[in-house]
């Protein structure tokens, strides 16, 4: 059936406000509850910088797989005018009586 993709995604936000060393601390950690399409639930804790360095690697490749989608489009559209030039350039070497190359 292929790999397992996210189903749901829960979040939230812990905060420690204080440790048997340290009287307050308020140490935020993002918590995420990732449900995936085989049943598979894994829970992930980072702190408030991998947070930000893992929202950050996720939307520099969305914006990559966005920009890779822009220029897949525009390769299809160069493709398809060379097709266009080359059914054209064929034409004209058959009513030429030219053997146009395969």
């Known amino acids: 059936a292929g790999p397992a993709h996210l189903a749901s995604c829960r979040w939230r936000v812990d905060v420690t406000l204080s440790t048997s060393e340290v009287a307050r601390v308020l140490r935020p950690n993002v918590v995420m509850c990732l449900e995936l399409t085989?049943?598979?639930?894994?829970?992930?804790?980072?702190?408030?910088?991998?947070?930000?360095?893992?929202?950050?690697?996720?939307?520099?490749m969305l914006n990559e797989m966005e920009w890779a989608g822009e220029e897949l489009d525009s390769a299809h559209e160069i493709g398809k005018r060379a097709q266009a030039q080359w059914e054209k350039l064929r034409g004209m070497s058959d009513e030429l009586g030219i053997q146009a190359p395969t």
């Open 38 to 60: 085989d049943g598979t639930v894994r829970t992930v804790e980072v702190g408030l910088a991998e947070f930000h360095q893992l929202r950050h690697s996720v939307a520099y």
